[in-house]
């Protein structure tokens, strides 16, 4: 895994986390296994040592994740596992209790608070929810130009003509006008991720934006995302149970088992040459 964000761990404490992941059935990154292969190798984000609970139930249990730049990683795991846990505190929708949380090299988390820099770097990161959140009373242009108009101060022309372009990117221009209870599930979902492409995001953040549609549907809604990322280089993590888009178009597969990321690899490493039989087993679930 690079560290350019990071210092190397010490030998002694790096050697003994690799004898506890061992003893637990989990595959430890290395080097060569951590970039992906469609970004240049540059960290964007970094979490260290996360752990949050909820009332007496710990969800996350001191998860280090790391992606890079113009990647798409995706996140499995069952219920409960920690996924969701994650991108919400990546977002700055959750505080975790412990940890550091890092954004293109600036340190957005920490000592149990948000810093300073967390108010520079918040609009490089989007997030795409399930239940899309569009306001049903506006047309999509209105949806859209919400945001940069409020936190931006962005006119009107500007905002319009980032609407188009931010439509057009996933197929949607010609659906402007439009409200929302005109549109399909996965035009919805194409317009919530148009909303979110409206902050210029360098890292979006995706839950189970498909679970809701059709197959067909959800394929097409995922190739949206696979063509920002190759034509824009904005960097996807996302939540999925779509293992045949996780073995073709993802770059890195983190797979979370009881709050913890139990399997970090590429997607031939994880699928097809991982000895982790809760992987195996939820793999199996998911596919039958």
């Not at 550091?100 to 108010?119: H, M, N, P, S």
């Not at 360098?202 to 059709?214: G, R």
């Not at 979370?256 to 994880?270: C, K, L, R, S």
Request: hydrophobic letters at 40%.
């Amino acid at each position: 895994m690079s560290h350019a964000l990071s210092p190397q761990l010490p030998t002694t404490t790096a050697q003994k986390d690799n004898d506890v992941s061992e003893q637990k059935g989990i595959q430890v990154a290395t080097p060569e296994h951590t970039q992906g292969t469609a970004g240049n190798g540059q960290v964007l984000v970094e979490a260290r040592g996360l752990q949050k609970s909820f009332g007496i139930r710990q969800i996350l249990k001191n998860v280090d994740f790391q992606m890079n730049k113009g990647d798409i990683t995706v996140i499995i795991g069952k219920s409960g596992s920690g996924k969701s846990t994650l991108l919400r505190a990546l977002a700055g929708l959750t505080d975790p209790d412990e940890g550091e949380i890092l954004v293109d090299g600036r340190t957005v988390f920490a000592e149990q608070k948000r810093t300073k820099e967390w108010t520079k770097v918040r609009s490089e990161v989007g997030m795409v929810f399930q239940t899309y959140t569009l306001w049903p009373h506006m047309n999509v242009l209105d949806n859209l130009v919400l945001a940069p108009r409020k936190v931006r101060g962005a006119a009107g022309s500007e905002s319009r003509d980032r609407a188009e372009a931010a439509l057009d990117e996933v197929g949607m221009k010609h659906h402007i006008l439009s409200r929302p209870t005109q549109l399909s599930g996965g035009e919805r979902q194409r317009v919530a991720i148009a909303r979110a492409l409206m902050m210029k995001p360098k890292l979006l953040l995706c839950d189970e934006i498909t679970s809701a549609l059709d197959p067909p549907v959800a394929a097409e809604v995922l190739d949206v995302l696979r063509r920002l990322k190759e034509e824009d280089g904005i960097a996807v993590a996302l939540v999925t149970h779509d293992m045949a888009f996780a073995s073709k178009a993802a770059d890195r597969v983190v797979f979370f088992h009881d709050g913890e990321i139990a399997v970090n690899a590429t997607p031939e490493a994880a699928f097809d040459d991982c000895d982790n039989q809760d992987l195996k087993k939820f793999v199996d679930a998911v596919r039958f």
